[in-house]
């Protein structure tokens, strides 16, 4: 099995910066994409960014421009870097990567536990 621990998260004034950080381990033979997605209180689980195992990225436009993704493969770790915060950029912020623990088995999903940002005056 794959796990993915996130970290990074915590309290920054509008403007403000964060970088989170989603390191994979356990049982890993291949990584395909990764993805950062977040969720804000009463609201639904929508992706903020994604990055291939050649780095490949696309970003939600509500970020584009103040959030950057990227990716060290030799450490099976994803990042977040984000700039210029904004109260709504609030939420739960979970990592996800499409993963196969085996040469021979599935592609699978998986998911952090999510680490909460908070933008806040």
């Known amino acids: 099995q794959v796990q993915l621990v996130e970290s990074g998260g915590g309290s920054v004034q509008p403007g403000g910066s964060l970088r989170l950080s989603c390191a994979a381990s356990g049982s890993i033979f291949s990584i395909n994409f990764m993805r950062w997605y977040r969720q804000a209180p009463g609201k639904q689980r929508d992706l903020v960014a994604s990055i291939t195992s050649g780095g490949s990225t696309n970003y939600a436009d509500s970020v584009k421009g103040r959030f950057t993704i990227s990716r060290d493969n030799a450490k099976n770790t994803v990042y977040i870097q984000m700039n210029s915060l904004k109260p709504e950029d609030t939420a739960v912020y979970y990592c996800?990567?499409?993963?196969?623990?085996?040469?021979?088995?599935?592609?699978?999903?998986?998911w952090g536990q999510g680490t909460q940002v908070t933008v806040s005056s």
């Open positions: 996800y990567a499409l993963a196969k623990p085996t040469d021979r088995g599935p592609w699978s999903s998986y």
